[in-house]
């Protein structure tokens, strides 16, 4: 009912902003905002009262929810809220939103980063974490090389791949942890990508053998950097026999033969 109210649809079926109304719910909002982001059905109102907001509105309602973004973000609900406002955010900085937008997502940051760890391995919170990556990619595959202006909105991520290289084996052999350094491996940089590749080989006894962490050096190959890759098959080849009999370490050494398979051809 309030969703079809702020965007009501004229004669013509367009869909118009009722600013007037817009306006006044903002303002009756704002107190209870996080609550109604994690409701069932409220957090639906907040996306759209998030994707019609200018970036005076945005500041504000980032002022109000940022005591409780970490517990939204958990939340099964407020999960996909707070997707949305950063999508928002993220959009109006990479539209040259200026400052403002700047100082907005960089609260935002700051806020996330506090319980970084937590959300990069919570079923929910990790969904927050990887609307970075991929808002802010600067590829589309490991070997890629950077996209145009990726060395500008990399300051964006650079929280998640450094809460990922401090604490490379707990993140890297969790479920969903697992999957935020492959997309780390995926959109970051070449430089990102290198460094944290650099802690994946440093742990790699730990992670070779693990049923998610065995991914991580599969997706360090793919970077197709002869360095590493080198460095990968030094290590297996220490305990070559024990780990091509394991479950897990085994599917990464058929990837060392592939890699070597293909540069031969």
Do not use: W
Request: proline residues 2%.
């Amino acid at each position: 009912m309030l969703q079809s109210k702020l965007h009501p649809v004229d004669e013509t079926g367009a869909v118009q902003i009722n600013g007037a109304f817009y306006s006044c719910l903002v303002h009756c909002m704002m107190p209870i905002l996080a609550d109604v982001m994690t409701n069932q059905f409220g957090n639906y109102l907040c996306q759209k009262i998030i994707e019609a907001a200018d970036p005076e509105i945005l500041q504000a309602v980032v002022a109000q929810i940022l005591p409780r973004l970490v517990d939204v973000s958990l939340n099964i609900h407020g999960t996909r809220a707070v997707q949305t406002l950063i999508d928002k955010v993220a959009a109006n900085v990479l539209c040259g939103g200026g400052m403002l937008a700047h100082n907005t997502l960089v609260q935002v940051i700051a806020a996330l980063n506090r319980e970084v760890v937590e959300l990069t391995m919570d079923m929910h919170g990790n969904h927050v974490i990887q609307a970075f990556l991929m808002i802010f990619r600067a590829s589309h595959h490991p070997a890629d090389q950077d996209l145009a202006g990726s060395e500008m909105t990399s300051q964006y991520t650079q929280f998640i791949f450094d809460a990922c290289m401090q604490n490379c084996v707990e993140i890297g052999m969790h479920k969903h942890g697992c999957c935020v350094m492959q997309r780390c491996l995926e959109k970051g940089t070449q430089s990102q990508k290198l460094q944290l590749a650099n802690f994946i080989i440093e742990h790699m006894k730990y992670l070779i053998e693990d049923p998610y962490g065995n991914y991580l050096v599969q997706n360090v190959l793919k970077l197709e950097d002869e360095e590493r890759n080198e460095s990968i098959f030094k290590e297996i080849a220490k305990d070559f026999i024990r780990l091509s009999q394991l479950k897990f370490s085994s599917n990464v050494i058929e990837k060392c033969l592939d890699s070597k398979l293909n540069k031969s051809i």
